[in-house]
C-alpha cells in the first residue's frame, strides 16, 4: 500500500515541488489548509485573459498535499481557465496516480485542487457570479 | 419501505426491553415514549460493534480504525440529511440534545443579531428547552420575549401571533412543532410563512414530531430545526441542528476547541469548515454512529406509518380516557391535530401518586410539569399524568392502563 503511494513520481515532487513561490502582483492569491495533519496552501495566480498565465504555490505539509500541489500547478499552467473549472476529484488522483487513498488521506491530495478552486471563486467573484457560485459549490464536495 | 399497518408484535421482538418484567413479574408497559423510547437491538448492535471493533476517535488519525470510525460517523450525518431533507449534509450539525442545539442558536445566531429592544416569539406550550435560552439573551441584549397564548382547547391563538409580526420589531420565532404534553401539533406551515412575509427567520423545535411524522425542512423552509436521537430508538446524548446554510455560513462558532478549527495560532484562529466549525472536542461518536441504526430503523418503516399506527392507538386512547369519570383531558380532542400523547388530570388524585399506581401496574407513563412550567401555569394545574405512544405500544396496553386508572379512582374514592 506504503509503496504505491510513495512512488518515486510522488517524492521527486514532495522534495523538488514544482513552481514553487509567489508571484509578483498576482491577479489572486488564496490559502487554505486541512485541519487533519496541518497540512497548508497558497495558491498564486496571474490570470491573461481566460488563461492562467503563471501559477505559484507555497506551502508545507505531508508528501501527498505538497506533491499533489506541485503537479496540479504542472496541470493547469496555460490552461484556459473554463476546463481547469471543471475539473474533478478524479482528474486530481488520476494525475497523481492515488486512485485508492483513504477517506483522511484523499483531504491531503485534494487539499489544492480545492484552494485553486477557492482561488478561482475569488476571481470569477464579480466578472461572472454564476461559475463562482458553482465553484464554491463544487469545494464543498472535495 | 413497507406498506399496510404496523405489524407492532413482530416489531416489538426487536426490542429487548419490551420482554422485561416489572414489580415482581407483571409485564412492563411503556408509556413514556415522549420523554425517551426504548433502543431497537439494531442501535444497541451498532454501539456494541464499535467499541468491540473500531473504537477510535474521528476526524484526525489516518490509521484504519479512525478511517472506519470517521466514515460511520459521517454516514450518520448523510442518513439524518436525507431523513429530514435537508440539501447538504453541511447543514446537519451533531450536538448532545435538542436543548444544546437550542443553546447553540441562541447563543451563536442569537448574540450576533439580537439587539435591544428587538423580540423575539414564542409559545405558552414551549419546553424549558425553547424558553430558558431566550430568557438568557433577551435579558442580556435588553430585549423582549413575547408568548403565543394557547387557547382552552389547546390550539394557539394565531392572532396573538399576527399582532406581535406587525410589531415590526420581531427578529426570531421559535415554535415547537408538537407539544410535548397537549401534543398539539402548531400550525408551523402558517406560523413559518406569516414570519418569512417579514423576513424572519424560523427555529422549529421539532424534538416532538422529527421522531413521530414525516418532516421536510425544505418544504416547510424554516431557518432551524432541531431534535434528538434518543425520542427516535436512537442513544441519548446526541442531538441534530439544521441550519440553512446562508445563515450557517455567517454565524460565529458557538464553542471553541479541537475539531472546529482549522489552524490555530497565538493570537487568532482560522474557523474549520461547515459543519465541523460548530462541533468542537471529540463528540459522542459512538452514539451518532448507533443513531444511523435507528434512523435506518424507522425508514425501513416508513414515518407515514409511524404516524398512521400513533394516530390510531391515540384515537383509540383518548376514547378510554374520556369515558373515566372525574378526568380532564389537556390539548385537542382531535387525534388528527395531536402527536401520541394523552395528558389529563383526574380528580384530586396528584399525577405523582397516579404514576405510583400505575406503576404497581407495570404501567410508566410520566407525571409532573414536563418541562414545561409556563404550560402549567397556563393550564392552572401543578402537574398533569402523560401517557406517550410510540410504534412498539398496542392498544391491549392502553387497556392495561385504563384498567390502572380504575383502580386509582378505587384506591382515592373518586
Known sequence: MSDDIYREIILDHYRNPRNKGKIQNADVSIHDSNPLCGDEIDIHLKVDGDKIKDIKFEGRGCAISQASASMLTEMVMNKQLASVKDLTKDDILENIGLMNLGPARIKCALLSLKVLKLGMVKYYADRDPASAKKLQDDTRTL | ?414
Open chain 2, 1 to 414: 419501505m413497507q406498506k399496510g399497518a404496523l405489524n407492532v408484535e413482530k416489531i416489538r421482538k426487536d426490542f429487548p426491553i419490551l420482554k422485561r418484567k416489572v414489580m415482581g413479574g407483571k409485564p412492563l408497559v411503556y408509556l413514556d415514549n415522549a420523554a425517551t423510547t426504548q433502543k431497537p437491538l439494531a442501535v444497541i448492535d451498532a454501539i456494541h460493534d464499535y467499541y468491540m471493533n473500531y473504537n477510535s476517535n474521528i476526524h484526525r488519525a489516518v490509521h484504519q480504525l479512525a478511517e472506519e470510525a470517521t466514515k460511520a460517523y459521517e454516514d450518520t450525518r448523510v442518513k439524518i440529511a436525507k431523513f429530514i431533507n435537508a440539501r447538504s449534509t453541511d447543514e446537519i450539525i451533531f450536538t448532545r440534545n435538542t436543548t444544546e442545539a437550542i443553546n447553540l442558536v441562541a447563543y451563536s445566531w442569537g448574540r450576533a443579531n439580537i439587539k435591544k429592544d428587538d423580540r423575539i416569539v414564542i409559545t405558552e406550550i414551549e419546553h424549558h428547552s425553547n424558553i430558558v435560552p431566550w430568557q438568557i439573551l433577551t435579558q442580556e441584549k435588553g430585549a423582549k420575549l413575547e408568548y403565543i397564548g394557547v387557547g382552552d382547547d389547546g390550539y394557539l391563538k394565531m392572532h396573538e401571533y399576527k399582532k406581535y409580526l406587525d410589531s415590526g420589531k420581531v427578529k426570531l420565532v421559535s415554535v415547537s412543532h408538537m407539544s410535548n404534553v397537549l401534543g398539539t401539533i402548531t400550525p408551523i406551515n402558517d406560523i413559518i410563512n406569516m414570519a418569512h412575509e417579514k423576513g424572519i427567520p424560523v427555529l422549529v423545535d421539532g424534538a416532538q414530531s422529527v421522531p413521530h411524522m414525516p418532516v421536510d425542512v425544505q418544504k416547510l423552509d424554516c431557518e432551524f430545526m432541531a431534535f434528538s436521537a434518543h425520542k427516535m430508538l436512537g442513544p441519548t446524548g446526541v442531538g441534530v441542528l439544521y441550519v440553512k446554510r446562508e445563515l450557517l455560513e455567517k454565524m460565529p462558532p458557538f464553542m471553541g476547541g479541537g475539531d472546529m478549527i482549522k489552524e490555530v495560532h497565538k493570537y487568532e484562529t482560522r474557523y474549520n469548515d461547515l459543519p465541523y466549525k460548530f462541533e468542537g472536542g471529540t463528540p459522542n461518536i459512538a452514539d451518532v454512529i448507533g443513531f444511523a441504526a435507528a434512523i435506518d430503523y424507522l425508514q425501513k418503516i416508513g414515518m407515514d406509518r409511524v404516524r398512521e399506527h400513533e394516530i390510531d392507538i391515540t384515537k383509540y386512547a383518548l376514547d378510554r380516557v374520556a369515558q373515566v369519570k372525574g378526568v380532564t383531558i389537556y390539548g385537542p380532542m382531535n387525534a388528527i391535530d395531536r402527536g401520541g400523547v394523552v395528558s389529563f388530570n383526574i380528580g384530586d388524585i396528584h399525577p405523582h401518586d397516579l404514576a405510583t399506581i400505575m406503576n404497581d401496574h407495570g404501567v410508566a407513563i410520566r407525571s409532573g410539569h414536563h418541562c414545561a412550567q409556563v404550560l402549567m401555569e397556563r393550564l392552572d394545574v401543578a402537574a398533569t399524568s402523560r401517557a406517550s405512544f410510540y410504534i412498539y405500544n398496542t392498544k391491549e396496553e392502553v387497556d392495561v392502563f385504563i384498567d390502572a386508572l380504575s383502580e386509582a379512582r378505587r384506591l382515592f374514592k373518586i
